[in-house]
């Protein structure tokens, strides 16, 4: 259990261009998701938190016109890049939160790479 | 500020113990010790965790020093494909921050043949 997808898996866009990623809870309702985001030899760095139904919580330098994130259902949240330039070419990993007893467990997708050309 | 110290790299040969340690002299009573994975160009795997006393799962087994300053996690017998970067995170295990994960840097284990 406890499975979370993205697609897709890789995108190779223009600059300028925007890209939609989505992300699946596969089998359980994720109340809270996360987006991370993580550059060549980096740590992952959290982007946002979103919660159904309500608006993201950015992490402070994320502009949120720029990554627009929706969570409009328990099992799904899209990541959507607007206006792509070169320096937003990163892997972008997204995570489902799930109670486990009096906690809360995150579970990774797989991430997407993302190129801009 | 991701509260936790670990090395950067490590080797490992096949077939060997791995022990990773990890600094968390910080840690406050109600934080647990966690510990992820990242194989390279995938999503970070869940591997164990522990609050104070010695856990074991299929995957590994962690042991937390009597103060709760440092812990170790143990691959017993390590495969080519543990290589990976293993983060240790430190966060409450509920109520306030216990959402988030902060990521340091980790440690890369390279397994060898």
């Known amino acids: 259990g406890a499975v979370v997808s993205q697609h897709p898996s890789r995108v190779i866009c223009k600059s300028g261009t925007s890209v939609k990623i989505e992300c699946r809870s596969l089998?359980?309702?994720?109340?809270?998701m996360f987006w991370y985001r993580q550059f060549p030899k980096k740590s992952l760095m959290l982007m946002a938190t979103s919660n159904e139904g309500s608006k993201a919580t950015y992490e402070q330098g994320v502009e949120k016109d720029k990554f627009l994130i929706n969570h409009a259902s328990l099992t799904l949240s899209t990541l959507t890049v607007t206006s792509a330039h070169p320096e937003d070419s990163s892997f972008y990993i997204c995570?489902?939160?799930?109670?486990?007893?009096?906690?809360?467990?995150?579970?990774f997708g797989p991430g997407t790479r993302l190129t801009v050309l | 500020d991701a509260k936790t110290t670990q090395p950067t790299s490590m080797d490992c040969a096949e077939g060997r113990a791995a022990n990773l340690p990890c600094n968390h002299s910080t840690i406050s009573g109600n934080e647990y010790v966690y510990w992820y994975r990242q194989i390279h160009s995938q999503g970070p795997q869940y591997i164990i965790h522990g609050l104070k006393n010695n856990e074991t799962n299929e995957m590994a087994s962690l042991i937390i020093t009597e103060d709760r300053k440092s812990s170790t996690l143990i691959l017993p017998h390590a495969t080519l494909r543990d290589t990976a970067v293993y983060y240790c995170i430190v966060r409450p295990y509920s109520g306030a921050g216990s959402y988030q994960l902060t990521f340091g840097k980790g440690t890369k284990l390279s397994v060898i043949p």
């Open positions: 995570s489902a939160s799930q109670p486990q007893g009096a906690s809360w467990e995150q579970f």
């Open positions: 089998d359980f309702q994720a109340t809270t």
